[in-house]
């Protein structure tokens, strides 16, 4: 029974997995790849695991690909197109390494002796949730909270990589090729205003902001 | 019959497999981007395998950060991706095969 049904679940991974790799539209990519992420929770199941099945389908079908999915319609992914193939002599070399490597496998498989563990029979405390919970408050607290800056550093590095130079501060004065100035800047007398900024898309432009703003320096003076 | 130890580290070995020919074959940065994830999700399959036949929790607690790094690793590469995108109007990785912009 228990074969059976891994026998259901592995095909249905590799066969998602395949997919994954042979569809042509990144979104069929996506869906093929849920794919493999349920039937992989499904086996967990079947390894007594069911925290991670559970956070199988949490974390990665559900808040992964929604951003992966997310992301594909936000570029509006088109097909890819079909190309000359490149470096075509590369071809039998490819071949032939690829059955090196295989009879490698081979060689390994049949000279190892095949691990004999058999799964033991007697209920054990193995993959419930207070277990993990209380190794990784434990024993691995120092790779937990690694994690955690990780996770830090994670968000930092999006925002900071996905936001527009038009979100910059208005308060950023002359930043190298800057192309925002606060308002203030450019003429002190007006009062600080951090919702109103002027653009200006060349150096030169900006060259030329700040010369008014110096002129505006000198004026009383004279 | 029950499945043996073998048989998950078989399936984990082709999923393995398939990702690193996803990624060796695929031009597009997005379904590069999956095929990793793919990659991660077969080790994490050995990690889960080994913890239930050694009875072990350890290799759990290792999935459960390795989703982690795959949620950072989701969060930066998608914004590395949009940054391209934007600079190159394309998600092709032969359009950006240099690191200059």
Known sequence: ?222 | MTPQLSWYLALSAVLFTVGVAGVVIKRNVIAMFMCIELMLNSVNLTFVAFASFFQDVTGQLFVFIVMTVAAAEAAVGLGIIIAIFRNRESLDVDDASILKL
């Open chain 1, 1 to 222: 029974m228990l074969a059976l049904l891994f026998i259901l679940f592995a095909g249905l991974a590799v066969g998602c997995a395949i997919a994954v790799v042979a569809q042509r539209n990144p979104l069929y990519c996506a869906i093929s790849l849920i794919g493999v992420f349920i039937s992989l929770a499904c086996l967990y199941v079947m390894l007594a695991a069911p925290f991670i099945a559970a956070v199988q389908v949490i974390v990665y079908a559900g808040a992964i690909m929604v951003l992966v999915v997310f992301v594909i319609m936000l570029l509006n992914v088109e097909q890819e197109e079909r190309r000359r193939q490149r470096l075509a002599f590369l071809v039998p070399a490819a071949v032939i390494l690829a059955a090196v490597l295989i009879a490698e496998v081979a060689f390994i498989l049949s000279s190892v002796q095949l691990s004999p563990v058999t799964p033991t029979q007697n209920v054990s405390d193995v993959g419930l949730t207070s277990s993990i919970g209380t190794g990784l408050f434990t024993t691995y607290l120092l790779p937990f909270e690694i994690t955690s800056i990780l996770l830090l550093m994670a968000i930092v590095g999006a925002m900071t990589l996905a936001r527009q130079a038009k979100m910059l501060s208005p308060r950023a004065r002359v930043v190298p090729g800057a192309q925002i100035l606060a308002l203030n800047v450019i003429d002190p007398r007006l009062p600080l205003d951090d919702t109103k900024a002027l653009e200006a898309s060349t150096t030169t432009e900006v060259e030329r902001l700040l010369a008014i703003a110096h002129d505006h320096d000198s004026t009383p003076r004279d």
